[in-house]
């Protein structure tokens, strides 16, 4: 019993008393979701609580109007009424972070989900991080190891790089998430599933939370039917920890999934506080959202830690021109494309090898690397452009020496972008088949 209660112990031993008077507002108006609160003034991001009857739960400020403070609630509406009381809580625009997170998986709040008991923490982070400038950034130099044949040999990844994997629903981002997560080389593995099904944050838990890789991962999980603002705050936590692991010099796996789920809470806020929409119903302020997440990744010259982040984003119909698509590939260091037409095909991961692109290949890999992996993708690219006509029987060998090469090659090409779930691939082996499956320059 006592080596139970005595971390509680240390932790109120260390806790610093607030003697301040507590200042209390009342609720005034709910709207859609948009909750006014009169007679409370709180910065924006700051959390209170609202009693009514059903128990206290949270509200997140959003803003303020006409003297009255804009909330909302981190969760359901449901029995809320006119006059309940509110009243600030914890310190505004701060998140929890600290090694206690490391093996656990916690939702939006922190609050933990895998029944282990509360997660004791000492440290907190700015939510909207601490920025710094451009030259604090030191350049990405080492190559990151994915596990991925494909993406070892073809768009070779950098330590610090931030890539997107690009795809329309059901084409497969979180299975290759879920590959690289297994096969990686990375110290800390942070993970947060924003906007997903339920069923797959059981799914991953189970799979990634056991063994030794449990110790050096995090998970932060906010399912889709969660509060907008629930969905933004598991992506701030997510990215919080990240750099806080960064900041003591540890190098940092930093996965989200998805994108654009936190661009879709971000236009549900922007637009309840009035915000037009501009980009295809999306508002200025919920593209900047992805942008600001985005930016926070890379290295770190004064810590030499690092953050490697890998985020999905969600292609609506297959568009790679949806706006969340072109503001991710804008700001990214590189873009992992899945084809549709590839997986119904069979070939997974579906890669898209002439759309996929690493912005830092040149800087990681040899030059004969480089040379072979761009004559892997003008083969790729010539046979997908003629396709239709080779199987129509219409090309005559001999027009192009390219294509006559690519289609000779066809089941080899095919063969090295295929890998079973599961299977790990390291750099250097696939460096080597790409040289041997292609020859010397």
């Known amino acids: ?24 507002g009342l609720v005034a108006a709910c709207d859609g979701g948009l909750i006014e609160v009169s007679g409370l003034s709180v910065p924006v991001g700051a959390l209170c609580r609202v009693a009514h ?11 303020f109007r006409n003297g009255r403070t804009l909330m909302m609630l981190l969760g ?8 309940s009381r509110v009243r600030p809580e914890g310190h505004p625009g701060m998140l929890p972070v600290g090694e206690a997170f490391l093996g656990r998986a916690v939702d939006g709040e922190g609050h933990p989900i895998d029944g282990l008991g509360p997660v004791h923490f000492r440290d907190e982070w700015p939510a909207g991080g601490i920025r710094t400038g451009a030259l604090d950034r030191s350049p990405v130099r080492q190559p990151f190891d994915t596990g991925i044949r494909a993406l070892n040999g073809l768009t070779t990844f950098g330590v610090g790089q931030r890539i997107g994997i690009m795809a329309g629903s059901g084409v497969g981002k979180s299975v290759l998430l879920d590959m690289i997560a297994h096969g990686a080389e990375a110290e800390i593995v942070v993970v947060g599933l924003i906007g997903e099904r339920a069923r797959e944050v059981s799914d ?17 999980a906010v399912p889709a039917d969660h509060a907008p603002n629930l969905r933004i705050r598991g992506a701030m936590l997510a990215t919080s920890l990240a750099e806080h692991f960064r900041a003591h010099g540890r190098k940092v796996l930093l996965i989200m999934d998805s994108l654009t789920r936190v661009a879709h809470a971000g236009r549900e806020i922007a637009l309840l506080l009035g915000e037009p929409g501009a980009a295809r119903g999306y508002p200025p302020s919920a593209l900047a959202t992805i942008t600001k997440l985005i930016e926070r990744a890379g290295n770190s010259a004064a810590s030499g830690g690092s953050i490697t982040g890998l985020y999905t984003v969600l292609a609506d119909g297959d568009n790679q021109d949806d706006p969340v698509v072109d503001t991710a590939r804008s700001i990214l260091d590189g873009h992992i494309v899945l084809s549709r037409d590839l997986a119904q095909r069979g070939q997974y991961p579906a890669i898209d090898i002439p759309a996929s692109l ?12 480089q040379r072979a992996a761009r004559t892997f993708r003008a083969l790729v690219a010539s046979y997908e452009a003629n396709r239709d006509l080779v199987l129509m029987g219409a090309y005559r060998a001999g027009a192009d020496p390219l294509l006559d090469r690519a289609i000779a090659m066809q089941e080899p090409l095919r063969q090295f972008l295929m890998q079973a779930h599961g299977e790990v691939i390291p750099l250097p082996q696939a460096v080597d088949t790409l040289a041997g499956l292609i020859g010397p320059a």
């Open 204 to 220: 991953f838990v189970e799979r990634h939370m056991q063994g030794a890789k449990r110790a050096r991962t995090a998970v932060v």
């Open 358 to 369: 690493s912005r830092v290949m040149s800087d990681v890999s040899s030059p004969a690397h």
């Open 1 to 24: 019993m006592l080596t139970r209660i005595a971390p509680l112990l240390g932790e109120l031993a260390l806790a610093q008393p607030d003697f301040t008077p507590h200042r209390y």
């Open 76 to 83: 359901d509406t449901v029995m809320l009424r006119p006059g």
């Open 53 to 63: 009857g059903r128990g206290e739960p949270l509200a997140e400020v959003i803003g």
